[in-house]
């Protein structure tokens, strides 16, 4: 049995799951984040095994997303960077406000997400050292070489994008390699190139930064969470919390 509620921490509305009766517990805790488009309300089936597995799970909307879209679809479309950056930049926030709430250990506190809610965990990854573990799910952290390709930037848009040089992962391996990371790839992906995964996964191997990365791979799958995606999330967070 869980319990869920929507709540606001921070201004922002979150979805949060709990096992039944243990809100006011101090639980191991998951932030997990969604996919561009969509919702924590999409994404919810997340909160649901991961409190099933015993933690709180906090899901906020994005900015433009669920209960903060203003409905201009159009808009949103042009602005993937600066939603992605404004996420990360939320996160210390939520957090906070969250532990002036609830029990909180600060030792256990995970971050992730699918999408651009992977590359959003990612980049929490790279700048808070305080996180214990990361799960990635079709997502990559190389945010600086994929905005040539994915959703590339208007000319109002390009400093968002610019401002995420300093989030990029491809100079924060250490930081990135330092602590339990899963990641996640279909492998025929037709949004996030799943190379984007593989180019992370090697790059940690060659710098011997790999003792605590497990990647896996799903023949077959386009850009969606499949079962074992999930089952792979829980099973990760269960383990490392």
């Not at 049995?1 to 006011?24: F, R, S």
């Not at 969604?34 to 906090?58: C, P």
């Not at 809610?117 to 190389?142: E, F």
């Amino acid at each position: 049995m869980i319990e869920m509620y929507t709540e606001q921490l921070a201004g922002i509305e979150i979805l949060h799951a709990v096992p039944a009766g243990q809100k006011d517990s101090t639980l191991p805790m998951v932030f997990f984040y969604h996919g561009f488009t969509s919702s924590k309300l999409v994404y919810s089936y997340f909160a649901v095994a991961l409190a099933q597995a015993g933690m709180r799970v906090i899901m906020p909307d994005a900015e433009q997303h669920g209960a903060r879209f203003d409905g201009d679809e159009t808009a949103r479309l042009y602005q993937f960077w600066s939603i992605l950056k404004q996420n990360i930049d939320e996160f210390s926030a939520l957090r906070q406000t969250l532990s002036e709430r609830y029990p909180v250990d600060e030792q256990r506190v995970a971050v992730g997400g699918a999408s651009m809610g992977g590359m959003t965990a990612l980049g929490i990854m790279a700048r808070y050292p305080q996180v214990r573990c990361v799960t990635c799910l079709m997502g990559s952290g190389y945010f600086m070489s994929l905005g040539q390709s994915l959703f590339p930037p208007r000319m109002a848009e390009l400093e968002s994008l610019k401002a995420l040089a300093d989030y990029d992962i491809s100079h924060q391996l250490e930081n990135i390699g330092n602590r339990p990371l899963m990641l996640w790839h279909g492998e025929e992906d037709d949004v996030v190139p799943a190379a984007e995964t593989w180019r992370l996964q090697q790059a940690l191997i060659e710098r011997g930064l790999d003792k605590q990365m497990v990647c896996l791979r799903e023949p077959g799958v386009k850009h969606r969470i499949t079962p074992t995606a999930l089952d792979a999330t829980s099973r990760f967070f269960s383990e490392h919390l």
